[in-house]
T-cell receptor, first 113, second 114 residues
Framework: NAGVTQTPKFQVLKTGQSMTLQCAQD?????MSWYRQDPGMGLRLIHY???????DQGEVPNGYNVSRSTTEDFPLRLLSAAPSQTSVYFCASSYLTGRDEQYFGPGTRLTVT | SQKIEQNSEALNIQEGKTATLTCNYTNYSPAYLQWYRQDPGRGPVFLLLIRENEKEKRKERLKVTFDTTLKQSLFHITASQPADSATYLCALVPSYSSASKIIFGSGTRLSIRP
């Protein structure tokens, strides 16, 4: 099993550009989520999904969109990048709910100039 | 307001000693508390989960306690080794939610010197 994979590992965007961060898991987990991690702020939940076709907002959803068309994939879209979105982004999955242990991907380091 | 706090200052421990990390929370009623380890440049890795009705959980050299009266969890690493050096995150699952939203602390960096 590859676990949770994320692409790309690094990305530099100009303000106003859009892009999609990819996340996939091969563990047949129902729950998937996106976090951003900033120095001194900890992990903050952006969006999450409890199954294919179901998504909901987390703590900091503004500027991001998600969709979940399959169990395996949970892409995160930045609609119009802003410098405030410079961060490290982690995708995570767990078996059924947020109560279960979370499996994290390796992260994407995004810089918006 | 709701807060989850971990010691933001790095903890430096001599090899072989017990490292104790603290996670305090206010205005939450957590159903679960989880601990993760994060190495530089990598995603967090799950270590232990403790439920509100459990006082203590152990796994090899790791021990977690959960005091809902003090609103505090302690994470202990006994016989610490340099390989234990990492950032350790605590995470709450509030009991009032649908259990779909975990709240993470900002982590404590632990350094074990030989």
């Amino acid at each position: 099993n590859a676990g949770v994979t994320q692409t790309p590992k690094f990305q530099v965007l100009k303000t106003g550009q859009s892009m999609t961060l990819q996340c996939a898991q091969d563990m047949n987990h129902e729950y998937m989520s996106w976090y951003r991690q900033d120095p001194g702020m900890g992990l903050r939940l952006i969006h999450y999904s409890v199954g294919a076709g179901i998504t909901d907002q987390g703590e900091v959803p503004n500027g991001y969109n998600v969709s979940r068309s399959t169990t395996e994939d949970f892409p995160l879209r930045l609609l119009s990048a802003a410098p405030s979105q410079t961060s490290v982004y982690f995708c995570a999955s767990s078996y059924l709910t947020g109560r279960d242990e979370q499996y994290f991907g390796p992260g994407t380091r995004l810089t918006v100039t | 307001s709701q807060k989850i706090e971990q010691n933001s200052e790095a903890l430096n421990i001599q090899e072989g000693k017990t490292a104790t990390l603290t996670c305090n929370y206010t205005n939450y009623s957590p159903a679960y508390l989880q601990w993760y380890r994060q190495d530089p440049g990598r995603g967090p890795v799950f270590l232990l989960l403790i439920r509100e009705n459990e006082k203590e959980k152990r796994k090899e050299r790791l021990k977690v306690t959960f005091d809902t009266t003090l609103k505090q969890s302690l994470f202990h690493i006994t016989a610490s080794q340099p390989a234990d050096s990492a950032t350790y995150l605590c995470a709450l699952v509030p009991s009032y939610s649908s259990a779909s939203k975990i709240i993470f602390g900002s982590g404590t960096r632990l350094s074990i010197r030989p």
